[in-house]
């Protein structure tokens, strides 16, 4: 079946419309057999969920569809390690990174062992004068503590030099990571990656976390059989931990399938019922007064714990996401949340520079490099992302200083970033470098910019890898206003939580009037939008005053017009207020 191509259609952004297809005949089945809507039978067709996975697919279950921990390599040998060395009582360490599923990981593992009665030291490099992944010298202070196991989460893989010099000192170190690896990997007593080239799971598309949710699962799971709890200890309720899971995998982008998508779906459980003492800080501080979303994890509490490492405040996230006392709680989400105000006037300012530097000649090529001198290390990151999500290509952002540049890039679907720049890496362009498919850390030379780029462009020639460019978009069906309510709503997120690689629906609303249109905040529009002048629905778009976007809103009041865009409800003082948030508008579709 071909899908609906509005060619003679007038989108006043001039993007194209496009339906999805599905399969009517099994939409139809599947609406009888689950006692669906229609429209929800239609949105699982086009996800081609298979109809043997719908029933799980609706309510799922840890106890069905967790993996078991041990099809991991090494995963069992660190279990077996970890209970020896609690019973030996051995001093234990957590090296992790400074993102967000970095505090998420080490904040998940130092809880456990705290409810284990346990306690452990971590270390959480700064980005500016350690930069990113284990060093000895942080290594050297945890040997001068006596230490007797090292964890790495989120970084560790490629940290061959710093794991020797761990082992030389009788150190044990266990790898928990989701990075891409060489072919060789460092001498640790155990690397539990899902990226592994001879892991077999098919688990790589996890975040840290959630490796390290798995690896807590697999130790709870052997202390419980070693009798660990019978008498003394009560067994923690892991459950607990999976607010932070959800947070770090929405945050490292990860795909929301599969497992990802079920640590996600409890972790907003959890939050419903109480978060960590500091998770709730931030809420507070965020000023998020309805229920916990994917987008509130994303673009709300990530950002602020994001801040503390981009402005040199890397411990601050965990911190917080571990700290017991909720008074010292909110002192940490208030610095984290003036750092993020911090963070985002430094942004914007190196946004507009970075954009105003790229010449047409860069912007055609398959991989976008921006450069400047001493840019704020902590935000380019940021400007990679936002970049790309401009021009719809995979980009790279260095910040040069005294000949040495510092990169982040960020990539899109079908463009592994992390494998391009391990290449680069063993050719002797980057000094030092890694990441996974859709985001990548490097440094090399300035003088070697420029060849980086044409050894990837190359890379990507070769390898006759199409850029995954599509402006058009695509609708999973066409609504009347009507259909805007909280009911239709709650069916939706039936299929949630949304993420990568389960986004939200989108749909075509025809022949609705704009009846008044108000601005509200910095640059964001309200409107009213009915079919019947005395119905109205409220119609958000964001951060569209001035665009093209906003200008036809503008331009249509009054008139009939058609919209594209997403479901949502806005809940506040018990009410729940339906809306559609805009994100094209166009003429009457008949």
Same mark, same amino acid.
């Given at each position: 079946?071909?899908?609906? +191509? $509005?060619?003679? @259609?007038?989108?006043? #952004?001039?993007?194209?419309?496009?339906?999805?297809?599905?399969?009517?005949?099994?939409?139809?089945? +599947?609406?009888?057999? $689950?006692?669906?809507?229609?429209?929800?039978?239609?949105?699982?067709?086009?996800?081609?969920?298979?109809?043997?996975?719908?029933?799980?697919?609706?309510?799922?279950?840890?106890?069905?569809?967790?993996?078991?921990?041990?099809?991991?390599?090494?995963?069992?040998?660190?279990?077996?390690?970890? =209970?020896?060395?609690?019973?030996?009582?051995?001093?234990?360490?957590? @090296?992790?990174?400074?993102?967000?599923?970095?505090?998420?990981?080490?904040?998940?593992?130092?809880?456990?062992?705290?409810?284990?009665?346990?306690?452990?030291? !971590?270390?959480?490099?700064?980005?500016?004068?350690?930069?990113?992944?284990?060093?000895?010298?942080?290594?050297?202070? @945890?040997?001068?503590?006596?230490?007797?196991?090292?964890?790495? =989460?989120?970084?560790? #893989?490629?940290?061959?030099?710093?794991? /020797? $010099?761990?082992?030389?000192?009788? *150190?044990?170190?266990?790898?928990?990571?989701?990075?891409?690896?060489?072919?060789?990997?460092?001498?640790?007593?155990?690397?539990?990656?899902?990226?592994? %080239?001879?892991?077999?799971?098919?688990?790589?598309?996890?975040?840290?976390?959630?490796?390290?949710?798995?690896?807590?699962?697999?130790?709870?799971?052997?202390?419980?059989?070693?009798?660990?709890?019978?008498?003394?200890?009560?067994?923690?309720?892991?459950?607990?931990?999976?607010?932070?899971?959800?947070?770090?995998?929405?945050?490292?982008?990860?795909?929301?399938?599969? *497992?990802?998508?079920? %640590?996600?779906?409890?972790?907003?459980?959890?939050?419903?019922?109480?978060?960590? +003492?500091?998770?709730?800080?931030?809420?507070?501080?965020?000023?998020?007064?309805?229920?916990?979303?994917?987008?509130?994890?994303?673009?709300?509490?990530?950002?602020?714990?994001?801040? &503390?490492?981009?402005?040199?405040?890397? /411990?601050?996230?965990?911190?917080?996401?571990?700290?017991?006392?909720?008074?010292?709680?909110?002192?940490?989400?208030?610095?984290?949340?003036?750092?993020?105000?911090?963070?985002?006037?430094?942004?914007?300012?190196?946004?507009?520079?970075?954009?105003?530097? =790229?010449?047409?000649?860069?912007?055609?090529?398959?991989?976008?490099?921006? !450069?400047?001198?001493?840019?704020?290390?902590?935000?380019? &990151?940021?400007?990679?992302?936002?970049?790309?999500?401009?021009?719809?290509?995979?980009?790279?952002?260095?910040?040069? /200083?005294?000949?040495?540049?510092?990169?982040?890039?960020?990539?899109?679907?079908?463009?592994? %970033?992390?494998?391009?720049?391990?290449?680069?890496?063993?050719?002797?362009?980057?000094?030092?470098?890694?990441?996974?498919?859709?985001?990548?850390? %490097?440094?090399?030379?300035?003088?070697? *910019?420029? =060849?980086?780029?044409? @050894?990837?462009?190359?890379?990507?020639?070769?390898?006759?890898?199409?850029?995954?460019i599509d402006d058009t978009n695509h609708a999973d069906s066409i609504i009347n206003i009507t259909a805007v309510n909280s009911e239709l709503y709650d069916d939706i997120n039936k299929l949630g939580p949304f993420g990568s690689n389960n986004e939200e629906p989108n749909f075509i609303i025809k022949s609705t009037k704009i009846t008044f249109i108000k601005e509200f905040g910095d640059n964001h529009i309200r409107c009213g939008l009915s079919s019947d002048i005395d119905k109205n629905v409220e119609g958000i778009t964001f951060r569209s005053k001035n665009t093209p976007l906003g200008d036809a809103i503008m331009n249509n009041k009054g008139k009939l017009v058609s919209l594209y865009g997403k479901i949502k409800v806005?809940?506040?003082?018990?009410?729940? *207020?339906?809306?559609?948030?805009?994100?094209?508008?166009?003429?009457?579709?008949?």
């Amino acid at each position: 079946m071909q899908a609906n +191509i $509005f060619q003679d @259609f007038n989108s006043y #952004t001039d993007s194209k419309w496009q339906v999805k297809t599905f399969d009517e005949r099994q939409a139809e089945l +599947i609406s009888q057999k $689950f006692e669906v809507s229609n429209l929800i039978a239609k949105l699982f067709s086009i996800r081609n969920i298979s109809i043997d996975d719908i029933a799980s697919y609706l309510n799922p279950t840890l106890k069905d569809n967790m993996p078991d921990p041990n099809i991991l390599m090494d995963m069992e040998k660190a279990c077996e390690r970890i =209970l020896v060395a609690l019973k030996n009582n051995e001093k234990i360490a957590i @090296f992790g990174d400074y993102d967000v599923d970095g505090s998420t990981s080490t904040s998940c593992l130092i809880k456990y062992f705290n409810l284990l009665g346990v306690e452990v030291v !971590y270390h959480i490099p700064d980005r500016f004068t350690e930069g990113y992944g284990p060093n000895k010298e942080a290594f050297q202070k @945890f040997i001068d503590q006596n230490i007797n196991i090292i964890f790495t =989460l989120d970084c560790g #893989t490629l940290a061959y030099n710093e794991i /020797k $010099f761990a082992k030389d000192n009788n *150190i044990d170190v266990i790898v928990i990571d989701h990075h891409q690896p060489e072919i060789n990997l460092p001498e640790a007593y155990a690397m539990i990656n899902p990226n592994r %080239l001879d892991d077999t799971t098919n688990l790589g598309y996890l975040a840290a976390v959630g490796v390290t949710f798995m690896f807590i699962v697999g130790l709870n799971r052997k202390l419980r059989e070693s009798k660990w709890f019978d008498n003394i200890l009560k067994e923690p309720n892991i459950i607990s931990l999976l607010d932070m899971v959800s947070l770090g995998t929405i945050c490292d982008v990860v795909p929301l399938v599969g *497992i990802n998508r079920l %640590l996600v779906q409890k972790g907003l459980e959890v939050f419903s019922k109480k978060p960590n +003492i500091g998770l709730t800080a931030l809420i507070d501080k965020a000023n998020i007064n309805n229920k916990i979303s994917t987008y509130d994890l994303g673009f709300k509490l990530g950002p602020r714990i994001n801040a &503390g490492g981009r402005l040199g405040k890397s /411990k601050h996230g965990t911190e917080l996401l571990t700290c017991e006392d909720e008074a010292k709680a909110a002192d940490i989400a208030t610095e984290l949340d003036n750092f993020n105000k911090e963070r985002q006037t430094i942004e914007a300012h190196i946004l507009k520079t970075a954009i105003d530097s =790229l010449t047409s000649e860069q912007i055609d090529k398959k991989i976008i490099f921006a !450069y400047g001198q001493d840019w704020h290390e902590g935000v380019i &990151g940021i400007i990679a992302s936002r970049i790309k999500q401009k021009f719809k290509k995979p980009c790279i952002v260095f910040s040069a /200083k005294n000949g040495i540049a510092k990169g982040s890039g960020r990539s899109i679907k079908g463009i592994d %970033l992390g494998n391009l720049i391990i290449a680069a890496t063993q050719k002797g362009i980057v000094t030092q470098g890694g990441g996974h498919a859709m985001a990548a850390g %490097l440094t090399l030379d300035e003088d070697k *910019i420029l =060849l980086l780029q044409d @050894f990837i462009e190359d890379r990507l020639d070769s390898n006759s890898i199409a850029l995954d460019i599509d402006d058009t978009n695509h609708a999973d069906s066409i609504i009347n206003i009507t259909a805007v309510n909280s009911e239709l709503y709650d069916d939706i997120n039936k299929l949630g939580p949304f993420g990568s690689n389960n986004e939200e629906p989108n749909f075509i609303i025809k022949s609705t009037k704009i009846t008044f249109i108000k601005e509200f905040g910095d640059n964001h529009i309200r409107c009213g939008l009915s079919s019947d002048i005395d119905k109205n629905v409220e119609g958000i778009t964001f951060r569209s005053k001035n665009t093209p976007l906003g200008d036809a809103i503008m331009n249509n009041k009054g008139k009939l017009v058609s919209l594209y865009g997403k479901i949502k409800v806005n809940e506040w003082g018990g009410r729940r *207020i339906p809306q559609f948030h805009i994100e094209d508008i166009g003429a009457e579709i008949k």
